[in-house]
């Protein structure tokens, strides 16, 4: 072969390698952008794979999962054949189940004599939102008259790092009408945002009323409110005021000018004495003048009762206590008896001698 045929030769060669090369497929893949979730909740990834250069046969894409999100999806799916300029998606559905930003979310595209294409996605998991309720405004502790009115004001609060959708519906018992605010009310709170509901109720009855507050988020469950209005004919109004409970009286001491400087009179006249008479000596008044502790009105004003005279010599001092007066009339009995017989043992005696 002369040298001539040998270039020609060659040069075809070269020419049929660089056509073989240029007709080989090869792929690209692109991932979506996914948006920021809360706990528990899922997005969605979707992988893209186009072919090029020549067709690519037994084409696949799986996805790799770090700690913390999980899927439901089987993690290789397959597309098979893509010709040249075609390409073909494949989605999964990715939920966090732990706070936190995750770049390692990798998915790799694969085809045979082809070169695999890998990529990352970046997912951000949010801790769940935590509604909380204050009560601002609390309806009146104090009793409340028909055709008067309360308030009640509430703050709501997203302590959570996602936002959450609130719902708070009032009732009433049926003496108590909602006179300004809505009885339902729904709204969302981003994380970290506070708001406040207002609501004023007016009395239409005398009996004890009822508030009710239903409170309900897609993020946490808020505890129900209750409160309770005192209507002016409630028991629970009822107060002693300047009405003495127990019906008693305090007597005052006044005095009576006509009695002797201790002698006193009570403002109030006391039942009759319902006890027995007794002698003298029970009734007088003691030495100091002054009446009794269980004497009600002057000793000369009570029946069965008699006004002691001052005693012989002008002493001006009341006889003993009954007791003395008995013992005295013992002793004197008994004097007595030894004098008689004294005199009759005499008598016996003169008698005896003179016999």
């Known amino acids: 072969m002369n040298p001539m045929a040998r270039l020609s030769l060659i040069i075809a060669s070269l ?3 660089a056509t073989g090369s ?23 990834l979707i992988a893209t794979v186009t072919a090029s250069g020549d067709s690519v046969s037994n084409v696949q894409v799986s996805i790799s999962l770090p700690s913390g999100l999980t899927t439901s999806d089987s ?8 010709s040249s300029g075609q390409n073909s998606s ?12 995750y770049n390692d979310i990798q998915v790799t595209a694969s085809g045979t004599s082809v070169t695999s294409q890998t990529n990352n996605a970046i997912l951000t998991v949010n801790s769940a939102g935590f509604i909380s309720v204050t009560t601002l405004t609390a309806p009146t ?3 409340l008259a028909n055709g008067s009115t309360t308030s009640l004001s509430l703050s709501f609060s997203n302590t959570g790092g996602s936002s959450a959708t609130v719902t708070a519906a009032v009732t009433t018992s049926s003496g108590l009408t909602i006179s300004s605010g809505s009885s339902t ?19 239409g009855s005398t009996s004890d009323q009822t508030i009710g507050v239903a409170i309900s988020s897609t993020a946490n469950d808020p505890s129900d409110l209750s409160y309770t209005i005192i209507g002016s004919g409630s028991s629970q109004s009822q107060t002693s005021g300047g009405n003495d409970i127990n019906n008693t009286k305090t007597t005052t001491p006044t ?10 009179t009570q403002s109030t006249t006391k039942p009759p004495d319902t006890t027995p008479p007794t002698a003298k000596g029970d009734d007088k008044k003691a030495a100091s003048g002054t009446p009794r502790a269980d004497e009600g009105a002057d000793v000369g004003e009570q029946p069965g009762a008699q006004q002691q005279a001052a005693a012989p010599g002008g002493s001006g001092q009341e006889k003993g206590p009954n ?6 009339g013992v002793v004197g009995l008994i004097i007595i008896g030894a004098i008689v017989v004294i005199a009759i043992f005499g008598i016996y005696w003169f008698f005896l001698r003179h016999k």
């Open 90 to 101: 494949k989605q999964w559905g990715i939920t966090g189940n732990a706070a936190g930003t």
């Open 15 to 17: 020419a049929l390698l």
């Open 255 to 264: 005095r009576d000018p006509s009695r002797g400087p201790s002698d006193t």
């Open 22 to 44: 240029s007709a080989s497929g090869s792929l690209s893949l692109t991932l979506n952008s996914l948006d920021t979730i809360s706990i528990g909740e899922s997005a969605i």
């Open 141 to 143: 502790a104090s009793t």
């Open 185 to 203: 009310n729904s709204f969302d709170l981003n994380a970290g945002q506070i708001t406040s509901l207002s609501w004023t109720f007016t009395m």
């Open 75 to 82: 993690t290789t799916q397959s597309i098979g054949t893509l």
């Open 323 to 328: 007791w003395l007066l008995a013992a005295g």
